[in-house]
């Protein structure tokens, strides 16, 4: 749960305070990949619908590159990991589990609804890429979540949980970037 989505990429155009800031939170972004030296990278995955799967192969590239340059995006990436921990959470109080019993859970939750097929694909896609440490973002996913979306009737509450877990990241991003922003102003300066 700890890979690239959409979120990351999103332009917004109001902080958490409704200010709006002086520069898009996608240049902004842009920016910061630009120092860490993940530009081109990040720009690969500018634009692409994350539900689309040729957006698969730039979402890996991205979190490659910023995986080999941890000692920059270190506070990022944690920053990531943090609000993916938010969403477990939140997922544990929805399944009424325990951490240990979350996955359990939540994979018996999803296959009562129309959508057993798509995570069972998507569960494999999972085990494979962790065993080769590869990108957790990928098509069987998409597939996933298109599938959930498509039966939101029965999803709602955990589509409800990604949701928040998107609106917790994005404040969380632009708190990051406004922090990172001032200390470059102040290193300059």
């Known amino acids: 749960m700890g890979s690239m989505s959409s979120t990351d990429l999103k332009q917004e155009s109001k902080s958490e305070n409704n200010q709006v800031p002086t520069k898009e939170v996608g240049d902004r972004l842009q920016e910061f990949m630009k120092k860490g030296g993940c530009e081109n990278s990040y720009i690969a995955c500018v634009g692409c619908d994350s539900r689309e799967d040729e ?37 544990e109080v929805f399944l009424h589990a325990k951490p240990n019993d979350r996955d359990e859970l939540l994979g018996k939750f999803i296959t009562r609804g129309g959508c057993k097929e798509a995570f069972m694909a998507w569960r494999d896609s999972y085990e494979e890429a962790k065993k080769n440490k590869g990108s957790l973002y990928t098509p069987a996913l998409n597939t996933l979540s298109k599938c959930m979306e498509a039966h939101s009737d029965y999803y709602q509450p955990l589509l ?30």
């Open 160 to 189: 409800a949980v990604v949701k928040n877990y998107e609106e917790h990241y994005s404040k969380e991003r632009i708190a990051f970037l406004n922090a990172w922003e001032q200390a470059e102003d102040e290193a300059k300066g």
């Open 55 to 91: 957006c698969t192969e730039a979402y890996s590239m991205l979190e490659k590159c910023m995986k080999a340059r941890s000692d920059y995006f270190e506070t990022y990436l944690a920053l990531k990991n943090a609000s993916a921990e938010v969403m477990a959470r939140e997922i």
